[in-house]
Structure formats: C-alpha cells, structure tokens
C-alpha cells in the first residue's frame, strides 16, 4: 500500500455545523490529542503509582501563508479568533477527526523575503469524532 502524503490531506472549517472548502494556504499541521494523567495511587499498592488517563483534549497547529484578497483561510481563521467564534472542524490525515472548536492561536510572522505566514492553533471543544482510514 502507498504512503498518505501530507499534501493529500486536508484542513476545511466552517461555522453552525457546516463546513467550507479546505484550506488551501496551510504548509504543515499537527494534530495533538492528549489526555491528563491522573493519580490513583492508594496503599493497596504497595509502592507504586497507579496512574490512569483523565480529561481528553485535541488541538490542531499548523502554518497558513496569507494570499493578497483570499477571504477564506487566512482571513477566516483570523475572523473566528477575533471574534471568539466556535467553528465545525474537520481534519483529514492518517486520522479523520472531526468537531466544534475555537481558534486559541493567531501569530503572524512578517519575514522579509519571505511570504506574510501566521500560526495557528485550533482546540477542540469538546468530544470529537474520530475515525482511522
């Protein structure tokens, strides 16, 4: 079976739980799905920690180039993280997930020689559908 490149795969955002056209201006994403440890260790132990998995986050960072009169990713991302709005997220890679979340993260960097970029961090509000292709 081939390799899934990172240039098959696909960012698309949209508001009230419809999605938009995939964002097109990203270079690279990551998506973090993490959960707390939590210590349950007691006497019955004997002298070791037990630790179990506690609350679930996801996140997803990336880097989005700024095209002159794109009024989609760059602005749209932008837009929903000014004014603190919650999105409907769908991630497409090795894992498709799914979800409502908010833009955490907006810093652009002004690089001369270079094109206007920002990075991004979306988090996940709450529990997302996920699935393994």
Not at 50 to 67: C, E, F, N, P, Q
Not at 111 to 124: D, R
Request: charged share 15%; with cysteine.
């Amino acid at each position: 079976m081939p390799e899934k490149l990172g240039h098959d795969c696909t960012l698309k955002f949209g508001s009230q739980g419809s999605l938009g056209s995939a964002v097109v201006q990203l270079t690279n994403v990551t998506l973090d799905m993490s959960s707390r440890e939590v210590d349950a260790t007691t006497r019955a132990n004997k002298g070791w920690e037990r630790k179990m998995s506690g609350l679930k986050t996801w996140t997803a960072s990336g880097d989005i180039v700024y095209i002159t009169g794109d009024s989609g990713g760059y602005v749209g991302l932008f837009d929903a993280f000014n004014n603190s709005t919650e999105l409907t997220v769908q991630l497409i890679g090795g894992v498709t997930i799914s979800g409502a979340a908010y833009v955490t993260k907006f810093s652009e960097t002004q690089n001369l020689g270079e094109p206007v970029k920002a990075s991004i961090t979306i988090t996940g509000a709450g529990k997302p559908t996920v699935t393994v292709a």
